[in-house]
């Protein structure tokens, strides 16, 4: 993404650069260490010479807000000087040969880690897979070249603005939205993914994220102000009990993030209990549970919504204690608490192992991914078992439910905590657990109760999976299995081999023409609420337009209910028209 330079700015120079990388960082830099970063920035200097961005920004400037993020993830020298070369043999000013040759093996496994595929030999969707295939290779032997592949899309996201062809801006933006912000998700990265959600909102569902953005905007000082009057309380409350907090603040939910629990939830904005949810910091666990025991020993807790993350940390390593509570007038509120260490993990993820530790470099291979992110070590089979015949859609649309979905998270007997896609059946954990396993179940027990192997799991749950010998997998289970691995295997027993269909047969998209006015969206998915039916996907195609398209992706049970569905959308007060835009 670049110009040539027609005007004189100038460029950064490594005196500015070096301020900035000392000002972000907590390492300390040996001068050998230095003098890589120095050379890798002169070489990437002259590399992008001449060189702009759509903003008007000299190229190098993007090379080194990327160097400087790492940095401030406190990554090490080798990593940093990557960061600044990682466009050099993108743009075919460089070669991988003459990164090796200069700035060794390691550097050079980083910046191909990072470099997207040849322009020339991949196009489109295509190279967008190879890109994926090739990063997520990398990531298994070593995670730094995801978490600056994360921070080169931040930038990237950050200066969109700049770019002059609205589809593509859209497009990345989606990509961002499916791809890379669950990625960072998975890593425990919360604050990039949250960065990187409200980004791309703004792009992918402008009409919303206005919406939400005004809608949210207007409710928050009000629950500031609320928050605010409840701080001293706890304070109080925690200072008889003496417990001394490290920090109370009130945080604010993400507009992207919001928007998608509104959508979970009818668009009902009375369920969004943790709009502003007050986070309390405390030295040590059992300050964790002192302080949940004093809040709800002011105030009453809501049935249901006690999680402890700490006993039970989700897949990504998120610990922490949540509670709502009906708090002063009566109003729910939520509360999470947790320790210096888990913050700054909840926050940094991944990277918060290699925080404060000089033997950073240790903590990035194969083996210490693997313990903590068994998803990594899935992934990378899961991608050589992916059938070479299948198409690139579909590696990437497999990719996106397979791991990057909302995900939740089981239990086996013996405690073992399984990840899958939301929306996961027992015939999935089977299938994720061994394949024999998936192939002989016979029954479910789900919290030792039996359930049909079609249920839908959800976090927390125990899972136990009955066998019998000589059981053969049923065709009907392809009408209910989420993950990919477990249809592939049913398919592949029953020998099923004909190219795979569309992945959901009862996916539908419609498209559904409206006379634009406040409220109609929710109308939509309140209809479709009517019915159970959970929204895939909103999106709605035009700005400021009197009759704007909103495009609605669900799934039915049947094609009757789809035509019911049809007619009860066409009563909606403005709806012009709507149109089915699923294949047959
Ligand atoms: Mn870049």
Known sequence: MYVVNTSKDPSLGWTDFAQKLAAKSNRHFSDEELSLIKNAFEYASSAHEGQRRFSGEPYINHVADVAVDAASLELDAKTISAALLHDTVEDNVATMHDIKKKFGDEVAFLVKGVTKVDKLKYHGVERAAESMRRMFLAV????????????????????????????????????????????????????????????????????????IKKEVDAKIPEREKYIKKIIPIVKKELGREKIRPIEIAARAKHYYSTWRKLLRYDMNWEKILDLVALRIIVANVEDCYAVLGAIHKLW??????????????????YQSLHT?????????????????????????????????????????????????????????????EFGKGESSEEFLESLKIDFFRDRIFVLTPKGDVVDLPEGSTPIDFAYHIHSEIGSR??????NSKMSPLSAKLASGDVVEIITKKNKKPSSEWLNFVKTSQARNKIKHALGITQPSQKIDENAVELDIVVKNRVGVLKDITGALALFKINIDGVSSAADGNEFPLITVKFRVKNREQLERVKTRLKKIKGVQSVADKTKP
């Open 441 to 446: 179940a016979f029954g479910a027990k789900i």
């Open 300 to 317: 009453r807790p809501m049935p249901g919504r006690i999680k402890d993350y700490i006993a039970l940390p989700k897949p990504n390593g």
């Open 324 to 384: 709502t509570v009906f708090c002063l007038d009566g109003q729910p509120t939520e509360f999470q608490i947790r320790t210096e260490n888990m913050h700054r993990e909840a926050e940094y993820g991944i990277a918060a192992h290699w925080f404060w530790d000089e033997t950073g470099k240790s903590k990035t291979g194969a083996e210490f991914v693997g313990q903590k992110f068994s998803w990594v070590k899935q992934l990378q089979s899961w991608q050589k």
């Open 140 to 211: 298994a032997e070593d995670i730094r070249v995801v978490v600056l592949k994360l921070v080169d899309r931040l930038n990237n996201m950050k200066t969109l603005y700049a770019l002059p062809q609205p589809e593509k801006q859209k497009r990345i933006a989606s990509e961002t939205l499916e791809i890379y912000a669950p990625l960072a998700d998975r890593l425990g990265m919360g604050e990039i993914k949250n960065e990187l959600e409200d980004l791309s909102f703004y792009y992918v569902y402008s009409k919303e994220y206005e919406w």
